[in-house]
């Protein structure tokens, strides 16, 4: 029989990915902390659950999209939360970036009720949620993961098996880590070339022929170009990341110098307001110190 599917948090991520399961015929149960999010899905066929309790009691398979490790925490151990409507057996996935300390609670929680629990961080756009071409990290048992491969295949083109529980939810912090390392590259390489009058078009012309050419730059690189910064993952949730993955460091003694200084960038683009944009508006701070902004050529006068 196909599982019952309930999916918490309707994001920017997660209401792309909760449509994907429901196009792909799974009986779907969604809840979200403002209600008015679920009702695009309930008009095409998706139940609204009250409360997380509500939504795991008709489930046999809950999956989670959340923005850190507290709202995540909340809506699993409330007293009307996930963990107090999941049944002996039932299942459960994490697809957030909530770090390694949270993900190893909410794995024993889980386990101490008898629930499978796999932590499933994605990776990928707003528009990777809508396509269902994201890509996912597990861990968790190896098991649980083949299992649970017709679920995750719903909204991603992949699922890459990475370990026992806390190798994804690293994993996922590592990728973010590199995601920041390119973004304050493009961001500065930008202002700089701006500053010398060379067009954001041209840099980009010339990386994307060379041996460092990469989709991502076309991509954040052309937000850049438009002044487009509508959110596919924002800078507030990068920022969140940053911390995660320097806490990591810094409980591992593995010095991070250089993300501690990006996630001071980040700090900056977030005191300019700009934390709920797009990922790519951290190229706003680096304007402001510089008294450069980055425009198109179709923008010029």
């Known amino acids: 029989m196909t599982p019952r599917i309930g999916f918490a948090g309707l994001g920017t991520m997660g209401a792309g990915m909760a449509r994907c399961l429901l196009t792909k015929g799974f009986p779907l149960t969604v809840w979200n902390r403002t209600p008015s999010r679920a009702a695009p899905l309930a008009v095409d066929g998706a139940h609204v659950a009250p409360t997380p309790r509500a939504l795991a009691l008709a489930s046999d398979i809950v999956i989670t999209c959340l923005a850190d490790p507290m709202a995540l925490e909340h809506v699993a151990f409330a007293d009307d939360g996930l963990l107090a409507g999941l049944r002996e057996g039932a299942r459960f996935i994490d697809t957030s970036t909530i770090g390694v300390p949270a993900s190893l609670r909410l794995a024993a929680a889980a386990a101490a009720r008898g629930v499978g629990y796999l932590e499933a961080p994605v990776t990928g756009s707003r528009l990777g949620a ?128 250089a993300l501690a200084a990006i996630h001071q960038v980040t700090s900056h683009a977030r005191a300019l307001g700009v934390g709920g944009e797009d990922i790519a508006a951290q190229v706003k701070a680096i304007e402001a110190a510089a008294g450069v902004t980055v425009r198109s050529v179709s923008t010029r006068s």
């Open 130 to 257: 809508q396509a269902g071409t994201l890509v996912a990290m597990t861990g968790g048992p190896r098991e649980l993961h083949d299992e649970l491969l017709p679920v995750l295949g719903a909204f991603t083109a992949r699922a890459i098996y990475v370990g026992p529980h806390g190798a994804a939810a690293m994993t996922k912090l590592v990728g973010n880590m590199i995601i920041s390392f390119m973004l304050e590259g493009l961001a500065e390489g930008a202002v700089l070339a701006a500053h010398a009058g060379i067009s954001i078009e041209t840099l980009l012309e010339v990386v994307q022929a060379s041996g460092f050419a990469s989709p991502y730059w076309a991509f954040k690189g052309g937000q850049i170009a438009r002044r487009d910064f509508d959110a596919h993952f924002t800078l507030d949730l990068l920022h969140k990341d940053q911390a995660l993955a320097l806490a990591e460091g810094a409980a591992r003694g593995v010095p991070l110098p």
